[in-house]
């Protein structure tokens, strides 16, 4: 629906104007003003989307109210229509952007083609006018949300707060990790129409409700949480919070829901604030404590580096003043250190990595470790037993790399030492030939699989290097007395094989 103002002071061909306009594809709400006083008026009042004016009118000519009208309006589409063939006329209306001139008598066909290019100059203008108001709105929603009080706002800015939060009742909070942020901010834009959601940190986002009750915001919850998942394949996490009474309140719930989430998080329903501060809260301290955490690993010393990470999540769990979204972006920080430093394949872990940064309450951090954690021990209790530099590091590239094509050629190119030499090397250390010992390590992964996840037998093969799969069902039955299908019925998940 656009607003059209025709000036003329003939009313027949006012008239007319309407007529076409009525049979316009486009629905047209028309104003109508005798001269140019008269529409000056009708422009303080109401929006108007075109003017089509005559030239020659009472008081002010069509050029005179375009003159001024674009000192206020310098996008405003102008339709000039008039019965002087004059190019002195045309010259001035071509200066003041109205490109757009008819003569009388009108040609409806030639006036619908010039309608219909004002139309996208009228679209293009809404779009613009669209885009700068949310790029306001968010500005202004930002500052908000950062602590700005009202009475700190420019009286423009305190309007347009009133103007967006006097119909709120409640917000959703949107909580990511920092991988799927962007995924996120890209779907809210167009999530629906005519909706309100500013970003307020690099995980989180706030969706503005209007209007709705509590029962109408879980709705609205669970709503957005299934086309997530529909969608993006994303989980995230979304709370209510507490009911707005006044546009005023806004920042005080926001703080106080914070607190909300953070208690939820950690389970608690007092802080017990440390002396000392959280390593986030101090870069320098965050990186001394990772760097303690590999030192732990490079001497090899899987007790101390359990005590440090025990220390660490027992630090955080009992101040629990830290926002969810930092505490998770700091140990998924920790899980990646590890990982990068003891040289442990990130496939491996992935799944584990991402429930850090899915985690819905501080507990699940520690249990997302616990596989990493058996990893190191049992790489660390390996080559405690190597004293040799080429056999520990032709073990660690086997641990590393045993679900890709591996032979004793690639193995000795790692370490640049020739194939039999590194071959008689390594069975003299370890007292086992390098294919046995590669075997036995794909066996293991092999049965933790089996044990552990849904894969299908065919399946684990493939992860754990093999490209035969009969050659796998010969080993691992070789391996453990049985085959892969019996060992995971004794002792682990059972699927549907097809």
Not at 406 to 420: D, G, Q, R, S, Y
Not at 428 to 443: A, C, D, S
Request: aromatic share 10%.
């Amino acid at each position: 629906m656009y607003h059209v103002l025709i000036a003329d002071d003939h009313f027949d061909q006012r008239e007319l104007l309407c007529f076409l306009l009525e049979k316009h594809s486009e629905k047209w709400i028309v104003y109508e003003a005798i001269n140019g006083k008269e529409a000056l008026d009708i422009f303080s009042k109401h929006p108007i989307d075109l003017l089509i004016t005559d030239v020659q009118m009472p008081f002010s000519t069509g050029i005179e109210l375009a003159e001024t009208l674009r000192i206020q309006h310098q996008q405003l589409p102008i339709l000039f229509i008039s019965g002087y063939d004059d190019f002195t006329y045309a010259k001035k209306a071509f200066d003041l952007q109205a490109v757009n001139y008819l003569l009388k008598p009108i040609n409806p066909e030639e006036f619908y083609l010039q309608l219909d290019k004002l139309m996208k100059a009228i679209q293009k203008t809404q779009i613009e006018q669209q885009q700068q108001q949310r790029i306001g709105q968010q500005d202004l929603l930002i500052k908000l949300f950062s602590g700005v009080s009202f009475e700190q706002l420019a009286p423009k800015e305190q309007t347009m707060a009133f103007s967006l939060l006097k119909t709120v009742t409640y917000f959703l909070t949107i909580d990511s990790n920092h991988d799927e942020a962007a995924k996120l901010e890209n779907f809210l834009q167009f999530y629906k129409e005519n909706t309100i959601i500013v970003r307020t940190s690099l995980t989180r986002f706030v969706y503005l409700l209007s209007t709705v009750t509590v029962h109408e915001a879980i709705l609205k919850k669970r709503e957005l949480l299934q086309q997530l998942q529909e969608h993006l394949g994303i989980e995230v996490t979304i709370e209510v919070s507490q009911r707005l009474q006044n546009p005023l309140e806004i920042y005080t719930i926001y703080e106080q829901h914070n607190e909300q989430i953070t208690q939820k998080f950690y389970k608690k329903e007092k802080n017990i604030v440390l002396a000392t501060k959280l390593p986030t809260k101090n870069i320098a301290l965050e990186e001394k404590i990772l760097n303690k955490i590999k030192e732990a690993i490079q001497q090899q010393n899987f007790e101390l580096l359990q005590k440090r990470l025990s220390s660490l999540f027992s630090q955080y769990e009992q101040a629990a003043s830290e926002t969810p979204s930092i505490v998770k972006f700091f140990f998924a920080t920790t899980y990646r250190t590890i990982v990068e430093t003891v040289e442990i394949n990130p496939k491996e872990v992935r799944s584990d990595l991402e429930k850090i940064l899915d985690a819905t309450s501080f507990i699940q951090i520690p249990k997302a470790f616990v596989k990493l954690l058996k990893l190191v021990e049992q790489r660390f209790n390996d080559l405690h037993t190597t004293t040799n530099e080429y056999v520990r590091e032709t073990k660690n590239y086997m641990w590393n790399h045993y679900q890709e094509e591996l032979n004793l050629e690639i193995l000795a190119n790692n370490v640049h030492l020739a194939p039999k030499y590194l071959s008689d090397l390594f069975k003299r250390e370890e007292q086992i030939g390098i294919t046995k010992y590669l075997n036995e390590i794909r066996m293991e992964k092999a049965k933790e699989l089996l044990i552990h996840s849904h894969h299908r037998v065919r399946e684990i093969s493939q992860l754990v290097g093999f490209n035969s799969y009969s050659y796998f069902i010969k080993s691992f039955q070789k391996y453990t007395g049985v085959t892969p299908e019996s060992f995971r019925k004794v002792k682990g998940q059972i699927p549907n094989e097809k």
